[in-house]
Each structure stands twice: as structure tokens, then as C-alpha cells.
């Protein structure tokens, strides 16, 4: 069974400064990977995805991601942080080939922006 | 368009009673989704539906869950016999559904249970 681990629970960035969020992943094959956002009284947005192909992928808002199958881990970078990010971030790992299906989401990250 | 509407969004019962949860997912999506996430974890998976047909259910914790999709849209989950354990948010999802490929599954807002 495949599992997630997003180690940090809270984190606390300034305002114009870089972020990256951590995720490890444990499935024996092929994983497709995901990072989602959920802001309060929303629902969780995709921010990007990894199936296959480049190991760094480009999503939404500035975000990015890099997959390294070596080290089972998919962290989620941005270069300068908004206020308007502060919010909760999700890592999840689904089964590559499978079609639709579950996913399995890590505990998530809490992001605080101070100003 | 439309995304994922959850009706209630709040849901208050006593410990015992029985509980509907409604799901309406986007239009044409042909797959749907529960999670359920409690304070301070990620949403966790409880039933998969293709269609009408429940493709997979084995994050349903007990017999006291159950869930229907009747027509291949709307869905609700029913929750028997409530529990204080039973108090979470649960996230509905719905995606497209196009041979064997993964397709992005679209969130709801949720609704929270709260069991006294």
C-alpha cells in the first residue's frame, strides 16, 4: 500500500521569501504524484501533478515540484511566497496505470505568511 | 461552470442517530469520490463510484457507512448509528472518466459533521 509523509506541520515564511514544503512517498512502482492547496471553507485545488516525463513540473500560483524516484520525494517550491498563500498544502500519491482511482494524502503542511 | 456542490455544509447530530450527506458532482463526470478528513490529518478515502456501480469501498470504516450513486450522479452517504468518532469533514470529489487514464479529481467544499 502506498503512503505519504509530509514531515513538517507547520512552517512560518516571510512574506517575498522562498518556500519549500517536503514529501515523502512509499509505493513499490511507478507513482503519480500530487500537490493540492485547501485554503479555509474551501475545497482542496490542485496545484500541480507528476505522472511521467520531466522530473520538474511547473503548476499553478508559482509553484513547482521536482521528483526524485531516488530519494522518494516530491517537495513543493515557490521562490517568493504571497500572503495570499497561507493556507494548508497536501502531497497525495496515486497508482501510475491504474486509471481513476483513490489517492492516499500526506497530514499536511500549515503555512503561515508573516508579513 | 458548476464545480462540486456538498449539501449540508454543516451537520450537527447526537451520538446514535442516522445521517445523509449529499454530493452533487460536476456535470458529465462520470466518477465520484468521499473522502473524510478529521482535525489535523490529510482526507482520507472511503468509497470510489464508476457510474452508478461502487468500484471500490474499501476505505469504508465499518457497515455503519454506506453510500449510493442510483443514477450515476448525485450521491449520498449515509452514516448509521453516529459515533463521536464519526466527527470529521467529508469531501466529496468527481472526475472525468476517459478509458485508462487518471483524470483530475475536482474537490468540494465539504461537509462538517459534528457528532455530540
Known amino acids: 500500500a502506498q503512503s505519504v509523509t509530509q514531515p513538517d506541520i507547520h512552517i512560518t515564511v516571510s512574506e517575498g521569501a522562498s518556500l519549500e514544503l517536503r514529501c515523502n512517498y512509499s509505493y513499490g512502482a511507478t507513482p503519480y504524484l500530487f500537490w493540492y492547496v485547501q485554503s479555509p471553507g474551501q475545497g482542496l485545488q490542485l496545484l500541480l501533478k507528476?505522472?511521467?516525463?520531466?522530473?520538474l513540473v511547473q503548476g499553478i500560483k508559482g509553484f513547482e515540484a521536482e521528483f526524485k524516484r531516488s530519494q522518494s520525494s516530491f517537495n513543493l517550491r515557490k521562490p517568493s511566497v504571497h500572503w495570499s498563500d497561507a493556507a494548508e498544502y497536501f502531497c497525495?500519491?496515486?497508482?501510475?496505470?491504474?486509471?481513476?482511482?483513490?489517492?492516499?494524502f500526506g497530514t499536511g503542511t500549515r503555512l503561515t505568511i508573516i508579513p | 461552470g458548476a464545480g462540486v456542490s456538498q449539501t449540508p455544509s454543516n451537520k450537527v447530530t447526537e451520538k446514535g442517530k442516522y445521517v445523509e450527506l449529499r454530493c452533487d458532482p460536476i456535470?458529465?463526470?462520470?466518477?465520484l469520490y468521499w473522502y473524510r478528513q478529521s482535525l489535523g490529518q490529510g482526507p482520507e478515502f472511503l468509497i470510489y463510484f464508476q457510474g452508478t456501480g461502487a468500484a471500490d469501498d474499501s476505505g469504508l470504516p465499518n457497515d455503519r457507512f454506506f453510500a449510493v450513486r442510483p443514477e450515476g450522479s448525485v450521491s449520498t452517504l449515509k452514516i448509521q448509528r453516529t459515533e463521536r468518532g464519526d466527527s470529521a469533514v467529508y469531501l466529496c470529489?468527481?472526475?472525468?472518466?476517459?478509458?485508462?487514464?487518471?483524470?483530475?479529481?475536482?474537490f468540494g467544499p465539504g461537509t462538517r459533521l459534528t457528532v455530540l
Open positions: 470529489a468527481s472526475s472525468l472518466s476517459t478509458g485508462g487514464f487518471y483524470n483530475e479529481q475536482f
Open positions: 497525495a500519491v496515486g497508482r501510475a496505470n491504474f486509471g481513476n482511482e483513490k489517492l492516499t
Open positions: 456535470s458529465g463526470h462520470t466518477a
Open positions: 507528476y505522472f511521467s516525463g520531466d522530473t
